[in-house]
Protein backbone atom coordinates (compact mmCIF):
# COMPACT_ATOMS: atom_id res chain seq x y z
CA UNK A 1 0.00 0.00 0.00
CA UNK A 2 1.42 3.02 -1.14
CA UNK A 3 1.29 6.00 1.57
CA UNK A 4 -0.82 8.25 -0.30
CA UNK A 5 -3.85 5.63 -0.60
CA UNK A 6 -4.37 5.85 2.99
CA UNK A 7 -7.38 6.96 3.79
CA UNK A 8 -6.95 10.32 6.16
CA UNK A 9 -8.91 13.31 6.39
CA UNK A 10 -6.80 16.40 8.78
CA UNK A 11 -3.48 17.48 9.79
CA UNK A 12 -4.04 15.28 12.81
CA UNK A 13 -4.96 11.74 11.10
CA UNK A 14 -1.87 12.34 8.45
CA UNK A 15 0.66 13.29 11.51
CA UNK A 16 -0.84 10.07 13.03
CA UNK A 17 -0.80 8.07 9.65
CA UNK A 18 3.51 9.14 9.56
CA UNK A 19 3.78 7.85 13.10
CA UNK A 20 1.59 4.59 12.81
CA UNK A 21 3.83 3.60 9.34
CA UNK A 22 7.14 5.00 10.91
CA UNK A 23 7.32 7.61 8.14
CA UNK A 24 6.25 5.12 5.37
CA UNK A 25 8.25 2.59 5.76
CA UNK A 26 5.00 0.27 6.61
CA UNK A 27 3.92 0.88 3.06
CA UNK A 28 6.40 -1.35 1.86
CA UNK A 29 5.21 -3.72 -1.08
CA UNK A 30 6.82 -6.76 0.63
CA UNK A 31 7.76 -7.51 4.38
CA UNK A 32 6.49 -3.98 6.03
CA UNK A 33 7.07 -5.32 9.77
CA UNK A 34 10.39 -6.48 8.59
CA UNK A 35 11.42 -3.12 6.71
CA UNK A 36 9.81 -0.83 9.85
CA UNK A 37 11.72 -2.46 12.21
CA UNK A 38 14.88 -2.15 10.43
CA UNK A 39 14.14 1.27 9.86
CA UNK A 40 13.96 2.07 13.73
CA UNK A 41 17.91 0.36 13.99
CA UNK A 42 19.41 4.19 13.82
CA UNK A 43 17.14 5.29 16.60
CA UNK A 44 19.45 2.66 18.18
CA UNK A 45 22.39 5.22 18.52
CA UNK A 46 20.53 7.34 21.34
CA UNK A 47 21.21 4.48 23.70
CA UNK A 48 24.65 3.70 22.45
CA UNK A 49 25.82 7.46 22.95
CA UNK A 50 23.50 8.59 25.76
CA UNK A 51 22.80 5.22 27.71
CA UNK A 52 19.50 2.93 28.82
CA UNK A 53 18.05 5.83 30.96
CA UNK A 54 17.46 7.97 28.07
CA UNK A 55 16.85 5.32 25.34
CA UNK A 56 13.61 4.16 28.20
CA UNK A 57 12.43 7.95 28.20
CA UNK A 58 12.38 7.70 23.74
CA UNK A 59 10.33 4.03 24.69
CA UNK A 60 7.91 5.66 26.66
CA UNK A 61 7.40 8.29 24.36
CA UNK A 62 6.82 6.27 21.36
CA UNK A 63 4.19 3.77 23.08
CA UNK A 64 2.50 6.66 24.13
CA UNK A 65 2.82 8.50 20.37
CA UNK A 66 2.47 5.30 18.91
CA UNK A 67 -0.64 4.10 20.78
CA UNK A 68 -2.82 7.50 20.36
CA UNK A 69 -1.53 6.96 16.32
CA UNK A 70 -2.93 3.27 16.16
CA UNK A 71 -5.96 4.11 17.46
CA UNK A 72 -6.49 6.87 15.16
CA UNK A 73 -5.56 4.74 11.90
CA UNK A 74 -7.87 2.10 13.88
CA UNK A 75 -10.74 4.32 13.62
CA UNK A 76 -10.40 4.53 9.68
CA UNK A 77 -9.64 1.17 9.27
CA UNK A 78 -11.71 -2.00 9.00
CA UNK A 79 -8.76 -4.22 10.06
CA UNK A 80 -7.63 -5.08 13.68
CA UNK A 81 -3.56 -4.54 13.12
CA UNK A 82 -3.22 -3.49 9.42
CA UNK A 83 0.09 -4.87 8.03
CA UNK A 84 1.49 -1.27 7.93
CA UNK A 85 1.10 0.02 11.27
CA UNK A 86 4.90 -0.52 11.50
CA UNK A 87 5.15 1.74 14.80
CA UNK A 88 4.73 -1.11 17.38
CA UNK A 89 7.74 -2.55 15.89
CA UNK A 90 9.36 0.03 15.93
CA UNK A 91 8.85 -0.06 19.60
CA UNK A 92 9.28 -3.53 20.20
CA UNK A 93 12.53 -3.50 18.32
CA UNK A 94 14.03 -0.94 20.33
CA UNK A 95 13.14 -2.73 23.43
CA UNK A 96 15.39 -5.53 22.67
CA UNK A 97 18.19 -3.59 22.98
CA UNK A 98 17.93 -1.56 26.49
CA UNK A 99 19.84 -4.14 28.38
CA UNK A 100 22.70 -4.15 26.83
CA UNK A 101 23.57 -0.97 25.86
CA UNK A 102 26.12 -0.93 29.45
CA UNK A 103 27.46 -4.55 28.64
CA UNK A 104 29.43 -3.25 25.84
CA UNK A 105 28.59 -3.04 22.16
CA UNK A 106 29.68 -4.72 19.41
CA UNK A 107 29.32 -5.31 15.48
CA UNK A 108 26.82 -8.36 15.94
CA UNK A 109 24.59 -7.19 18.90
CA UNK A 110 22.49 -4.93 15.94
CA UNK A 111 21.96 -7.90 13.87
CA UNK A 112 21.38 -10.18 16.65
CA UNK A 113 19.01 -8.09 18.13
CA UNK A 114 16.78 -7.70 14.92
CA UNK A 115 16.97 -11.24 14.45
CA UNK A 116 15.68 -12.26 17.84
CA UNK A 117 12.75 -9.21 17.92
CA UNK A 118 11.64 -10.55 14.43
CA UNK A 119 11.58 -14.30 15.33
CA UNK A 120 9.42 -13.58 18.67
CA UNK A 121 7.53 -10.87 16.95
CA UNK A 122 6.20 -13.69 14.39
CA UNK A 123 6.08 -16.78 16.89
CA UNK A 124 4.24 -14.58 19.53
CA UNK A 125 4.97 -16.36 23.03
CA UNK A 126 2.35 -15.87 25.06
CA UNK A 127 1.57 -13.11 26.35
CA UNK A 128 1.70 -11.55 23.30
CA UNK A 129 -0.41 -14.29 21.38
CA UNK A 130 -2.96 -13.03 23.90
CA UNK A 131 -2.89 -9.54 22.84
CA UNK A 132 -2.42 -10.32 19.45
CA UNK A 133 -5.48 -12.43 19.43
CA UNK A 134 -8.10 -11.16 22.12
CA UNK A 135 -7.01 -7.06 22.43
CA UNK A 136 -8.68 -5.53 19.46
CA UNK A 137 -7.48 -2.15 20.26
CA UNK A 138 -3.85 -0.12 19.74
CA UNK A 139 -2.90 -0.65 23.32
CA UNK A 140 -3.19 -4.54 22.02
CA UNK A 141 -1.69 -3.79 18.57
CA UNK A 142 1.22 -1.86 20.74
CA UNK A 143 1.47 -4.44 23.40
CA UNK A 144 2.27 -7.78 21.26
CA UNK A 145 5.46 -6.22 20.15
CA UNK A 146 6.59 -4.88 23.18
CA UNK A 147 6.15 -8.15 24.66
CA UNK A 148 8.13 -9.59 21.97
CA UNK A 149 10.79 -7.16 22.31
CA UNK A 150 11.57 -7.70 26.43
CA UNK A 151 11.54 -11.54 25.31
CA UNK A 152 14.34 -10.84 22.66
CA UNK A 153 16.10 -8.26 25.10
CA UNK A 154 16.37 -10.94 27.63
CA UNK A 155 17.83 -13.71 25.25
CA UNK A 156 20.22 -10.39 23.88
CA UNK A 157 20.85 -10.09 27.11
CA UNK A 158 21.93 -13.93 28.31
CA UNK A 159 23.72 -14.44 24.66
CA UNK A 160 26.17 -11.71 25.70
CA UNK A 161 27.28 -13.55 28.56
CA UNK A 162 28.31 -16.25 26.32
CA UNK A 163 29.84 -14.79 23.11
Not at 57 to 81: H, M, N, P, R, S
Not at 92 to 114: A, D, E, K, N
Request: proline fraction near 4%; charge should be neutral.
Amino acid sequence: MKFGELKRKSVKETIAWFLATWWGSGCAPKAPGTVGSLCSLPLVLIGIFWGTELMLYVLALLFLLGWWAVGEVLKTQGAKDPGFVVIDETVGQLLSFVLVFQVGWTWYIPILGFILFRFFDIVKLWPASYFDRSVHNAFGVMMDDVIAGIYAALVLYGITFFI
